[in-house]
């Protein structure tokens, strides 16, 4: 796994913030890119605690911003914090980390999962492609998919090879779509991308990346135990993010660097 | 393309029949299956005149039932609608037809494409099921896909390739979670069966399948010219559900017969 070496300072936005791995993502951002601004969502900002004790120690570079992903209405105040509260034009990478998992409501977890990165990416496109024609970094959407939502790998599987193989309809269907949402937001906005600038080199790198299966609440669900702890998973997924180039835009990548298939 | 020649009278669960493809199902169930039961489902009989005018044709062997995919409590009716009001106890085919479009409401199209077909293949498992020791004839379950709904195929379109390429996420997102619900149906159903019965000859065939790029009002949007008439589809659904082995559970079928990539 090779070390997170950026060169230059990024501004970083990421849902879920309030534990588990967008936790993670914001305390690796902060503490290994020295000049980053970090701008870390969550539902109820006065309940998140250890996203607030990070405040405390990097109160200049870490923006905590309240954002329900289920809820439109929320949604639709963002560009409005960024632009006038935090004076922020320019975002170069956009994490869509929020994440539900339940198997009573299908719509929940869809709305969360898929709809919001949606509606998220959308809000944010002016500012990952703001002034693009004079960044010469490549900016880039992250989807936090699952190797859960890889209908391959599921198909694969023989039928009760593996008694602990999870089937989570609602997860898995949710996953398979925001793979599928990957590749809209790549085909829409690279195409809208080279239709201006007519310029191979101009584009934003749209990935979906599962994490492994690591040590979170969601992961030790029933006693089972992951072999990842989300330091390392997180350690993973920002060497793969900073390292994508633009050809990669549209794939699916795992923590370790592997694509997976869809 | 093999013609249809099924050797045993069948009883046939269709949804979203009062036009399109699922008319068009049901004619031809009707005409080149002499001796099986179609019950034809749609959200207004009353509103579908050429179901109706079929149900003229063919009273005894054609039940026309009301059913709104999108709404859980149409679904919860239909089991007393099968036992008591019509006497069925077992169904050899599930046909989740019925499908939706628009661009605006990701959640209405998730909820009548995929949600939809869970609850109403949880709600007639058990009559694909119903005496499953004593069937020599194996029940299948058919989740009308798309194309669309292939990952692997839009990524391997190029970006403004074709401008004719429709990215229309909310249909695309809708059809991948559909393909992930039929390896997660598959799965269930069959490991349950296998627990049940130790029989490696007993079980369900759960497949996706794509209708083509058909002559319908959904395939004819912005003046698109389909190449298959709804006729043809139809006939070449028809050849691939009947045809399919056990071991074709779980794929994703071309209406040609062909395997789809997910």
């Given at each position: 796994?090779?070390?997170?070496?950026?060169?230059?300072?990024?501004?970083?936005?990421?849902?879920?913030?309030s534990?588990?791995?967008?936790?993670?993502?914001?305390?690796?951002?902060?503490?290994?890119?020295?000049?980053?601004?970090?701008?870390?969502?969550c539902?109820?900002p006065s309940?998140?605690?250890?996203?607030?004790?990070?405040?405390?120690?990097?109160?200049?570079?870490l923006?905590?911003?309240?954002?329900d992903?289920?809820?439109?209405?929320?949604?639709?105040?963002?560009?409005?914090?960024?632009?006038?509260?935090?004076?922020?034009?320019?975002?170069?990478?956009?994490i869509?980390?929020?994440?539900?998992?339940?198997?009573?409501?299908?719509?929940k977890?869809?709305?969360?999962n898929v709809?919001?990165?949606?509606?998220?990416s959308?809000?944010?496109?002016?500012?990952?492609?703001?002034?693009?024609s004079?960044?010469?970094?490549?900016?880039?959407?992250?989807?936090?998919?699952?190797?859960?939502?890889?209908?391959?790998?599921?198909?694969?599987?023989?039928?009760?090879?593996?008694?602990?193989?999870?089937?989570?309809?609602?997860?898995?269907?949710s996953?398979?779509?925001?793979?599928?949402?990957?590749?809209?937001?790549?085909?829409?906005?690279?195409?809208k991308?080279?239709?201006?600038?007519?310029?191979?080199?101009?584009?934003v790198?749209?990935i979906?990346?599962?994490?492994?299966?690591?040590?979170?609440?969601?992961?030790?669900?029933?006693?089972?135990?992951?072999p990842?702890?989300?330091?390392?998973?997180?350690?993973?997924?920002?060497?793969?993010i900073?390292?994508?180039?633009?050809?990669?835009?549209?794939?699916f990548?795992?923590?370790?660097?592997?694509?997976?298939?869809?």
């Amino acid at each position: 796994m090779t070390q997170l070496h950026i060169t230059k300072p990024l501004t970083i936005f990421v849902t879920g913030c309030s534990r588990g791995l967008g936790l993670e993502f914001v305390k690796q951002l902060l503490t290994k890119q020295k000049d980053s601004l970090v701008i870390a969502t969550c539902r109820e900002p006065s309940k998140a605690e250890d996203l607030q004790k990070l405040k405390e120690g990097y109160s200049k570079r870490l923006h905590v911003v309240p954002l329900d992903v289920s809820d439109e209405k929320s949604i639709e105040k963002v560009p409005h914090v960024l632009s006038k509260d935090l004076g922020i034009s320019s975002i170069d990478w956009l994490i869509n980390n929020a994440g539900y998992v339940d198997s009573d409501s299908m719509i929940k977890v869809y709305r969360t999962n898929v709809i919001g990165p949606i509606l998220i990416s959308d809000a944010l496109i002016p500012y990952l492609t703001h002034d693009l024609s004079k960044r010469d970094y490549i900016p880039r959407i992250v989807n936090l998919s699952s190797l859960l939502g890889s209908i391959t790998t599921f198909q694969s599987i023989k039928h009760n090879a593996d008694a602990s193989v999870l089937s989570a309809p609602s997860y898995r269907c949710s996953k398979a779509a925001l793979n599928m949402l990957t590749q809209c937001i790549d085909k829409d906005l690279n195409d809208k991308i080279q239709r201006t600038y007519s310029d191979s080199k101009k584009g934003v790198i749209v990935i979906a990346c599962s994490p492994g299966w690591v040590v979170t609440d969601m992961g030790t669900v029933g006693g089972r135990k992951p072999p990842l702890t989300s330091e390392q998973s997180i350690q993973g997924m920002l060497s793969v993010i900073e390292n994508v180039k633009l050809d990669d835009s549209g794939k699916f990548f795992s923590f370790d660097g592997k694509t997976l298939p869809w």
